[in-house]
């Protein structure tokens, strides 16, 4: 039975990637749909690969644990299974499930994978390519539509979020990150169209909402860092349109900010964790949990870092270069942490080079855009560095923000006219 639903499972995939390359013929990164598609799906297996058999152990071994009972329950008991979904409340729960039953988010991930084993006869390495090709989704679209309404970073934003190596592959597979980012992508993707054609119709309108309504439940700090800055945006780019001050780039980027503080304080009621009052206690509680669990050697050494505001503020420049460029080869004392280390000399060089050429950087139309992804890679990547200073997660943690990171650097390179292989 498990294998025909295999089957069954396997060819609904195909017949869903079938639909949605038909769609992308015009699409401006076309020629790279394959390419990207195979390096994303097998990545996604690579890591089931590395976690079932290298590690044994991790978060996506027990979301398949808790999926497997969730979806042996729709088969035995099909009112307590759609109960599970709607409320996450079941009597008698199965040891694999009550495991999450407190743990909103990865309850949430274990539901959606439930699905997947439904179709695919709870064949982990089926909803495996069901999961990454969500994701693929989500940075294609993005990836085609910078492509589209910025012709000049279409090869950068290919190499941002099709191509880079640990974008790639810590977005792919049974992994919150895997959804929580392609949901990101794809509210993102349909935030430009928006913005740049101001088509408000329904269907994309509530594509980015549902979008970002996954990604809060899975990441909700994604949502909490993003919405600030493209708020900002929106609000401000359509003020200086009806006030006619696009050529007043001092005055907008005033703007910007006095509605970013605005927004982001209002934000920061929408999470317990991110209330003024507890954001420091939270950080820090964080920060000591990783500490205690962790190796020395694999941890950002902080001054002193406690649940003071001032404390954790001081500690911000070091979490920022840490969770950007860090470790670095004299770093690294394992291949996992030697692969991160080769991956942040390319960032350090990027951003050489980025800084180097960065009086012609040709932003002008585009500043505020500019402006509000620095602002989410920046508080993101400080943010996640001081919440969880071990190396190996942070590594999995920062692809929430790193495509973006490449993304800004590529574009600014590319703005020199010194790399036309860029244009």
Partial sequence: ??????????????????????????????????????????????????????????????????????????????????????????????????????????????????????????????????????????????????????????????????????????????????????????????YLELFKERNYSLLPVAILLLSLALAYGLKYYYFIFLIPPLASNLFVQTLSSKLQLRNNDLLKTALWVLVLGTITLSASFVHPNFYISRIAEVVSSHHDQFVAKSDPEDIIHYNDLSPEIGRVLANAPLALISSLYRPLPWEANGMMKLSAALENVLLLSLTILCLFYWKSWRVRNSLLLVYSLAFYVFAMATFLALSAPNFGTLARYRVGFLPFFVLLLLSGISSSGKFKWLA
């Fill in 1 to 190: 039975m498990k294998i025909l639903l295999g089957l069954v499972g396997f060819t609904f995939f195909a017949w869903l990637l079938f639909l949605h390359w038909k769609k992308q013929q015009s699409a401006p990164l076309v020629r790279f749909y394959f390419f990207s598609l195979v390096l994303k799906l097998v990545s996604g297996l690579a890591l089931g690969v590395l976690y079932h058999f290298y590690f044994r152990l991790g978060d996506t071994l027990a979301f398949d644990s808790a999926a497997i009972a969730m979806a042996d329950l729709a088969l035995t008991k099909p009112y307590s299974y759609v109960q599970l979904l709607f409320t996450s409340s079941i009597s008698e729960p199965h040891i694999d499930i009550a495991q999450f039953l407190h743990q909103p988010r990865s309850l949430l991930l274990s539901k959606l994978l439930s699905l997947a084993y439904i179709l695919s006869g709870s064949n982990y390495w089926i909803s495996s390519l069901y999961f990454s090709f969500f994701s693929f989704i989500g940075f294609w679209h993005l990836s085609n539509a910078i492509a589209r309404y910025f012709p000049g970073l279409g090869k950068a934003s290919f190499i941002a979020f099709l191509l880079f190596p640990s974008v790639v592959f810590w977005s792919s597979g049974v992994i919150k990150e895997s959804l929580a980012t392609g949901a990101i992508c794809l509210a993102l993707g349909y």
